[in-house]
Structures are given as C-alpha cells and as structure tokens.
C-alpha cells in the first residue's frame, strides 16, 4: 500500500463535526430531512421528465442530467456522514474512503462543466430564439451532456490516482466530513508542490473556465433582456434569471474559495455550506409539479415568445 508506512492501516477517521458533539443531533436531524427531500425531488425531476413528452426538450434533457448529478454525488458522502454523526465511531474504510474520493471528484466535475453547458441553452433561447430548433438540436445535446461526463471522469482518474499514491506515515485524521483531494494531500508526509499545482490547474480549467463562460452568457442574456419593451416583462425575466445565476455564482464562489487557495489555509470550517448546494437545487432551480408537468422559473425557451410578440400580444402577457 504505497500511501501509508503502516502495514497494519484499515482506514481514517473523520473528524467532521466531533469538535463539536452538541451539534452532532442536530446536525443528523437536519441533514436526513435534506438527504430525504433530495432524493424524492430530484427522482421526481428525473421520472417526470422521462415519462411527459412534452419536456422531451434540450432544457429538460440538461436538467434531468443535473438531478442525476445531484442524487448520485449527495449519495456518496451523506450516509457515511450520517453514520459518523449518529453514533461515536468517526472512522471510514479505505475502500469507503477511495470510493468517496473517485466519486465525489468526477460528479462535482461533471456539474461545474454541466452547469456551463446550460447556460449557453439559455443564451441560444434567448438571445437566438429562432435558431434554438437548429442549434440545440438532440446529437449536440448528447455530445455537449457526454463531454461533461467524461471530463469529471477524466479529472477524478488523475487527481484522485495522484493523490493516492501519496505517503501519509500513518497520519489518519482527516479534518473534514468525507475524503476528498485538499484535505488528503494535507494529510501528506513529503513535498507536495506538485499535487498542488495540478490541483490549481484543474481547478481553473474546471471552475474559473465555466464559471467565465456562464458570465459570458448571462451578459448576452441581459442584454437581450433589456430589449424588451415591457416593463413587467423585463422585471419577471430579469426575476428569474437573476434567481438562477445567484445559485450558479454561489455554487462556483464557495468551490472556489475550497479549491484555489494554499492547502494550508482550508478547513473543514470552510465547506458544509458548498457541499449541501446540491442538496437544495430541486428547489434553487425553482421546479415544482404541477398539474402533471415539470414547471420551471427560470430563463427558458419560451421566453423567446417575447421578442416576436408586438405591443398588443405583450399586453395580453402582461394580463
């Protein structure tokens, strides 16, 4: 085992929480309720848009993919996280700790990549509302949804592979909630100048990239935006697609915070908050079921209506 100088090492311990056991109830009590509601809004996403042909659409092929993200990422650090606050025992296995590690990396990836690639559907629906039909046609869709997907696997196979191979002599006290590559290369016992490089460049290209790319297109959004000529229409596209990239730029601004400083400087204390963002998105999104259908308050296709309607059809809008 070429990560640890003791052969006799069954795994880590997280520390999570410990430091503070007054909190620890609580803490299970809330995060179970959240764990909950995640899996049944986010099953709910994924089989309603699955089962109505009418959301058959690039909008809600990206969005079922997001839900899939969700469930699967949030499955794979909040049980054990669960375990370790219900009861006294803190540890994690290797095996638990590597799967944490490969899988928490690649669908965190997968998101920031994702999260880019719905941005540039809003700006085709809004701001090329007649070319939509033709540029996000279902072939681009499924390249765009696969790059994304091979892009957390490829991040997830190096970076985690590296950090692995690092020696820790024997240290097993992790100071955080689930493994993950900062903390693990903290754990380390040699020079780790180079895992810290590669971990700043993979975050930049993983989170400064589409975060600037996402920006880019929500400066085009709001330009087209203000080229309405209603009044309460601006104010409700502006409403939703302000609500949207609040979420986007709270997601990027807390992974970046975690990822592009030294190594040295980030704590557990940093993180929970980023780390339930996922949690939370059925409803950050704004989706909701009703009537039989996927509804959704954000920037969408059919705001394109607005820029083709006259005076007289945008007053019946209005109504």
């Known amino acids: ?58 909008m809600y092929f990206f969005l079922s993919h997001l839900s899939l993200l969700d469930l699967c990422f949030t499955s794979s650090i909040i049980p054990q996280l669960l375990v370790n606050l219900g009861g006294p025992d803190k540890s994690i296995t290797y095996g638990g700790c590597v799967v944490q590690l490969y899988v928490s990396l690649a669908l965190g990836s997968t998101e920031c990549v994702l999260l880019a690639v719905m941005s540039y559907d809003h700006y085709v629906a809004v701001c090329r509302p007649l070319h939509y039909t033709f540029v996000m046609h279902p072939r681009l869709c499924h390249i765009l949804a696969s790059m994304a997907w091979l892009s957390g696997l490829a991040t997830t196979l190096i970076q985690s592979t590296l950090t692995l191979q690092l020696p820790f002599c024997g240290h097993r006290h992790v100071d955080h909630f689930f493994c993950e590559v900062p903390v693990l290369i903290k754990l380390a016992c040699v020079d780790t100048t180079f895992n810290q490089a590669e971990l700043f460049v993979a975050s930049v290209l993983f989170l400064v990239v589409p975060l600037s790319l996402i920006l880019i297109s929500y400066g085009h959004i709001t330009q087209a935006v203000l080229k309405i000529k209603s009044a309460i229409g601006r ?52 989706i909701h079921l009703k009537d039989g259908s996927l509804q959704q308050t954000r920037c969408q296709p059919l705001d394109k209506v607005v820029f083709l309607m006259g005076p007289a059809e945008e007053r019946k809008l209005e109504m």
């Not at 609580?26 to 994924?46: D, E, H, P, Q, R």
């Not at 697609?241 to 040295?264: A, D, E, N």
Request: proline share 5%; hydrophobic share 45%; net charge neutral.
């Open 1 to 58: 085992m070429p990560w640890t100088n003791d052969s006799t090492f069954s795994g880590f311990i997280l520390v999570g929480f410990s430091d503070r056991p007054q909190l620890e109830l609580v803490l299970f009590g809330v995060i179970m309720s959240l764990y909950l509601m995640t899996l049944l809004g986010n099953a709910a996403i994924i089989l309603v848009s699955l089962l109505d042909s009418k959301l058959h659409n690039p």
């Open 235 to 286: 104010r409700k596209a502006f409403g939703t697609c302000s609500s949207h990239l609040t979420v986007v730029i709270v997601f990027y601004g807390t992974i970046i915070f975690m990822y592009l400083q030294p190594v040295k400087r980030r704590s557990k204390d940093q993180v929970p908050d980023l780390r339930f963002d996922s949690m939370g998105d059925p409803f950050q999104w704004g």
